[in-house]
């Protein structure tokens, strides 16, 4: 088939996905948000700009979700002090406490589906998909 990479990161993605939703359902997240999450987590008072760079998702999503995520009281955003115009990120008392069981499946999936491969395997494989990755970020760049 033609598209065979594409097509096989787009069902693994999708499986992913699903898996997340299912196990984050009892935190009342959607899939995307353990991403959301992990980089607020990190790095608190993120600018929505740099967060919809870091997760290559277009503006208006990463400001729908974290208006869901403000709502559910997972984040809360504030305008920058240097700049009132830049949305600051912060993660809530809920995003940490919650942060362990989002890493803890995240970790599930990643063991599980990358489970079988060896050490070697998994260090090439991961250079090739950040490989693929900064490429397809200069393709976006392009445009």
Not at 9 to 34: D, G, I
Not at 53 to 78: C, T
């Amino acid at each position: 088939a033609v598209y065979t990479i594409t097509r096989s990161m787009n069902n693994l993605v999708r499986c992913m996905n699903l898996y997340r939703a299912e196990q984050l359902a009892p935190l009342e997240l959607k899939s995307c948000h353990a991403g959301y999450l992990l980089e607020i987590c990190a790095c608190p008072g993120i600018s929505q700009e740099q967060l919809s760079r870091r997760i290559y998702a277009n503006k208006s999503n990463v400001a729908r979700q974290l208006a869901a995520l403000e709502e559910s009281g997972y984040v809360r955003r504030s305008p920058g002090e240097e700049d009132r115009r830049v949305m600051r990120v912060y993660p809530t008392e809920k995003a940490l406490a919650a942060l362990p069981r989002i890493q803890e499946i995240m970790d599930r999936w990643e063991k599980v589906v990358a489970g079988q491969l060896s050490v070697q395997e998994r260090e090439r494989l991961t250079a090739l998909l950040e490989d693929m990755t900064c490429r397809a970020a200069e393709l976006l760049e392009e445009q």
